[in-house]
């Protein structure tokens, strides 16, 4: 079965630029979404596509995805960013994918 | 506006099955390129898809649990409908339905807009 795997906490200070990483076996050749999950609420997609922004997400997310590794990117990080991330990929094998989880800490 | 609404037991007992009806508006399941996802979530744990149905009829299941699952829809209802067959206590979840679109390639499929999910729990 397919993995992706995700650093379980980031730590990012207000306005500064945080970065989670997605990893998986030939990731880079698969399309990734990303999404939100704040405390007791449904996940919000954030990234879909590798890089594309639903309409209503802010500017500061951004999406990259090359060789073996997903990044999602928030630039000038807000408190309201603070929350679960999760990136989803898909594999013949397994079908749709979510990895473990990143938990975005705004100090 | 797109909106889902999940709907269903909330407790259940070991070994039953368990139904769970999505109630959508704001799209159709009769258009091309329309999907709509089950998805899961222990307390505290991560996402998990489950099974996904598509504007041709066309079914996906989750590998681990494609025994006990089956997704239908009902598109003159806007309404899918997920089967999950002899629940366990590690089948306890908060299960969502979201709106699954991304063109006429599977692996490039996202879930767009998702409903408030419903906690379902498994105990005797």
């Known amino acids: 079965s397919y993995e992706l795997t995700q650093p379980p906490s980031v730590s990012v200070s207000p306005g500064q630029t945080a970065r989670i990483t997605c990893s998986g076996h030939k990731l880079g050749d698969r399309d990734t979404s990303w999404y939100q999950q704040r405390p007791g609420q449904s996940p919000v997609l954030v990234i879909y596509?590798?890089?594309k922004r639903p309409s209503g997400i802010p500017e500061r997310f951004s999406g990259s995805n090359s060789g073996n590794t997903a990044t999602l990117t928030i630039s000038g990080t807000q408190a309201m960013d603070e929350a679960d991330y999760y990136c989803?990929?898909?594999?013949?094998?397994?079908?749709?994918?979510f990895g473990p989880g990143t938990k975005v800490t705004v100090l | 506006q797109v909106t889902l609404r999940e709907s269903g037991p909330a407790l259940v007992k070991p070994t039953q099955t368990l139904t769970l009806t999505c109630t959508f508006s704001g799209f159709s399941l009769g258009s091309s390129g329309m999907s709509v996802s089950w998805i899961r979530q222990p307390p505290g744990k991560a996402l998990e898809w489950l099974a996904v149905i598509d504007w041709e009829d066309d079914e996906q299941y989750s590998t681990s649990l494609r025994t006990r699952l089956t997704i239908s829809k009902d598109t003159s209802k806007n309404q899918v409908v997920l089967t999950m067959a002899n629940m366990d206590p590690v089948d306890t979840a908060t299960y969502y339905c979201?709106?699954?679109?991304?063109?006429?390639?599977?692996?490039?499929?996202?879930?767009?807009?998702w409903g408030q999910g419903m906690l379902v729990t498994v105990s005797s």
């Open positions: 989803q990929a898909w594999d013949i094998s397994s079908a749709y994918v």
């Open positions: 596509q590798d890089s």
């Open positions: 979201a709106r699954t679109r991304g063109g006429k390639t599977v692996s490039a499929w996202y879930f767009d807009s």
